[in-house]
């Protein structure tokens, strides 16, 4: 597939990508041997083999639904998620105990013993030091209190928080970095990783599904732009007939649901 088709804005956007963006992430995590290069290198687990990912991966829990970046189950049956994450501003501890706990539930099959529910992790990598901690990795895991130390429990849970921000000249270090480079590179450390990039920046049939995919999320982005709009103006509706002294009753039977009502009456009451 050729670019010829797209805009200028879509060519230059697709140019300028990085694999820390969606957009390129999500391509590049479609090759397993790439997501595998990646969790060897920061898990500290060279021998660590997967067999299937699932980019963009849609769980819903809680009736919350969430897309997991890059889906990937191991030889032992373990699921992890890599996890992109750019802009700050995140409660990215919760962020992370949520979707652990849901891809937990989502991946647990019924009637399963607690003993047999699977072994989850999560591979958080962002642009800012998502902890405060001035460390370049973190693993984070529930521990017991036993007099003045903390103990690890193993629950099966491991959350690693990565970021680019903090460099110790690691090969660890190397590969984060690679994450926010535009142009193409070869580094004989991570092959998986160059040969991907050079394809989808070099090749015609790679750059043309960097262009169809940044489109794709434009559409996304302005659909969903779109439906918050019809969201607020509903709630704007809603507070005016509030404030007007209109009823509950009243303003359901104008095809409000009970939700968003209550959504907007919190808001006003959160105010007072």
Known sequence: MGTEQYSKAIRETAENLRIIDDAMFRLVAERKEVCQEILRTLLDR???????VTP??????LHREIILDALCILENGTYINIEMQKGSGNDDIKRNRFHAASTTAAYTPKGSDFADIPQVTILYITEYDALHNGQMITHVKRCMETGKAYVPVDDGEDIFFANTAVKDGSDKSELLQLFLRKDV????KFPALSKAVKYFKETKGGIGEMC????EYAKEYAKEYAEERILEERKN?????????????FILSMDYSETE????????????
């Open 212 to 215: 169809k995919t940044v489109e």
């Open 56 to 61: 963009q991966c849609v769980i819903t829990s």
């Open 261 to 272: 009502l209550e959504a907007v009456e919190q808001e006003l009451l959160v105010q007072a």
């Open 46 to 52: 060279p021998q660590l083999k997967v067999l299937k």
């Open 237 to 249: 509706k809603i507070r005016k007939m509030l404030k007007s002294g209109l009823s509950r009753e």
């Open 185 to 188: 590179f070869e580094d004989e």
